[in-house]
């Protein structure tokens, strides 16, 4: 047997690939230990996943792993370099306050980044403590696993560590540590730092890296780069049309919090809208409105161009050309995104097929959803259930007129009525993680010391599309929609 089919204790089988990339991409170190670690919350289907003891891992020893206090064996622990546009300056970044332990082989032959978020200070923590506070780091374990149940390529969170100690934010708070699960940490903002930093060795070393570990598929076309922007291009289309369509506002879209695997990254002032308004942003820094709801597909097409610029001299020889082949690929970003939102849409109102109307009928639905302030989620639940009179808008003319075209819609399809009411299930989420009860949870748990309710909300946001009773206290909008209660996402 090979050596790295070899299993360490606890289950890890940790490598380095991203080490192998050229060294000005990394800074190996230690995480810094903690005080007094203290396993909270800890997610045994990843573990299983990853082919980890969770029994183990949840033992004193583990959870010194999980806290960055012992390293695992043969674990050979970097933060990453990175660059990034913040709302729209450029900076140089890198992890500040996280370590990439390795990346895990799974049992099932996939290889995921194992990285502790909140793990001290590292060359790149410019003024920052390194650490986390243990509010946001369970919001990041909650929306980011309700992302995944609802199918939204995502990073994954398995476990959070109290430390036991107080980091300093406008006030102390109890510090933690995330252990964090990705395809990989590659942001634009790598590629944005190799190009500053780099010189085109090192910009192709890391486009090489990517595809291999990405799309190994595109390793022998004509022109892999070329390939490579428009696969990232694709999955951005398909990945914000995804967060639409359930009313994800990630807050933060930074060309450092956006991956080249196509996950969503960073759940910082991230939230989903209660009522329907595109103008909704959820960071109090976001004065603009630059990171709003109905911006993200338009924001994430300006965070490609700037991946495309580092990618320029990969492209083709000629600058001209290089710049033409970008622009296309961009505007099939456009397009690509478009298609897989109204698709999605379609879905969501149980339409199978294509008819000339789809269009003006989604925007129909949605401008009257935004002039009367219709709750998102409930909306399409309402309409999936079949009871249009639980919405905001039931007894309006123009809903009435709305709902009768829509029905129409739907008798003309060959489809029936069961299987567009199966596809409208599946398409609507009957729970999504409600703003008011993520804080509930995490009050509960940062101030009262109590996961019980945390943990009864990630059941019930486990499987969003299953419609069971349990859900039903979870589906409740809040009794004051305009109050978004959104205060653990700070840092
Ligand atoms: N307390 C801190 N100490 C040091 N660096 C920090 C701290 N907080 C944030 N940073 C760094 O500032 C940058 C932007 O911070 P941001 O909050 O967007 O990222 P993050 O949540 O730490 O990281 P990620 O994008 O990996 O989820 C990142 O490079 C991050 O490492």
């Known amino acids: 047997m090979a050596s790295n089919e070899q299993k360490t204790a606890y289950g890890w089988k940790l490598e380095s690939s991203?080490?192998?990339?050229?060294?000005?991409?990394?800074?190996?170190?230690?995480?810094?230990?903690?005080?007094?670690?203290?396993?909270?919350?800890f997610n045994d289907g990843l573990a299983a996943e990853l082919g980890l003891n969770s029994e183990e891992l949840k033992t004193e020893e583990g959870t010194a792993m999980l806290a960055g206090n012992r390293v695992p064996e043969g674990a050979e622990p970097l933060a990453q370099a990175y660059a990034g546009h913040q709302f729209g300056g450029f900076t140089m970044l890198g992890d500040g306050r996280a370590v990439l332990l390795g990346e895990q082989i799974t049992p099932g032959g996939s290889r995921l980044d194992i990285q502790l978020k909140g793990s001290g200070r590292t060359p790149y923590s410019r003024g920052g403590d390194g650490r986390a506070a243990l509010g946001p780091m369970l919001r990041e374990f909650i929306i980011?696993?309700?992302?995944?149940?609802?199918?939204?390529?995502?990073?994954?969170?398995?476990?959070?560590?109290?430390?036991?100690?107080?980091?300093?934010?406008?006030?102390?708070?109890?510090?933690?540590?995330?252990t964090r699960v990705a395809a990989s940490h590659l942001r634009f903002g790598t590629f944005q730092?190799?190009?500053?930093?780099?010189?085109?060795?090192?910009?192709?070393?890391?486009?090489?890296?990517a595809i291999r570990r990405h799309y190994p598929e595109l390793e022998s076309v004509d022109n892999p780069y070329i390939a490579l922007l428009e696969a990232v291009a694709q999955r951005h289309a398909s990945l914000v049309a995804k967060w639409q369509l359930v009313g994800f506002v990630h807050g933060v879209m930074n060309t450092d919090n956006m991956t080249i695997s196509g996950e969503t990254i960073d759940y910082g002032p991230c939230a989903f809208i209660d009522t329907y308004d595109p103008a909704t942003v959820f960071s109090s820094i976001d004065q603009q409105g630059r990171y709003a709801f109905g911006n993200q597909p338009q924001i994430a097409g300006w965070n490609l161009a700037r991946f495309a610029e580092t990618l320029l001299p990969l492209l083709a020889d000629e600058q001209d050309k290089a710049v033409k082949i970008a622009q296309s690929v961009l505007k099939e970003y456009i397009e690509s995104y478009y298609a897989n939102w109204l698709a999605g849409m379609r879905s969501k109102l149980g339409l199978f097929n294509v008819e000339a109307e789809d269009e003006s009928l989604i925007g129909g639905l949605l401008e009257l959803m935004h002039e009367h302030g219709a709750d998102f989620t409930n909306m399409f639940r309402a309409l999936t259930l079949g009871r249009p009179e639980e919405t905001a808008l039931a007894g309006r003319k123009a809903f009435n007129e709305w709902h009768e075209k829509w029905q129409a819609r739907l008798d003309r399809q060959e489809e029936g009525r069961d299987a567009a009411v199966e596809l409208m299930k599946a398409s609507n989420p009957n729970?999504?993680?409600?703003?008011?009860?993520?804080e509930e949870a995490l009050t509960a748990a940062v101030e009262h010391n109590d996961f019980t309710v945390m943990e009864r909300l990630l059941a019930a946001l486990s499987a969003p599309y299953s419609y069971s009773a349990e859900q039903n206290p979870y589906t409740q909008p809040p009794a004051d929609p305009d109050n978004p209660y959104v205060t653990f996402c700070g840092t």
């Open 18 to 41: 991203y080490a192998e990339l050229p060294d000005i991409f990394y800074t190996k170190l230690n995480p810094w230990p903690v005080r007094s670690p203290k396993l909270v919350i």
């Open 431 to 438: 729970v999504i993680p409600l703003n008011h009860r993520v």
């Open 193 to 209: 730092f190799a190009a500053y930093k780099g010189g085109t060795e090192e910009r192709k070393a890391l486009a090489d890296y």
């Open 144 to 178: 980011s696993e309700a992302m995944h149940a609802l199918g939204i390529p995502t990073t994954r969170s398995l476990a959070v560590v109290a430390t036991g100690e107080e980091v300093a934010r406008e006030t102390y708070l109890p510090g933690a540590v995330l």
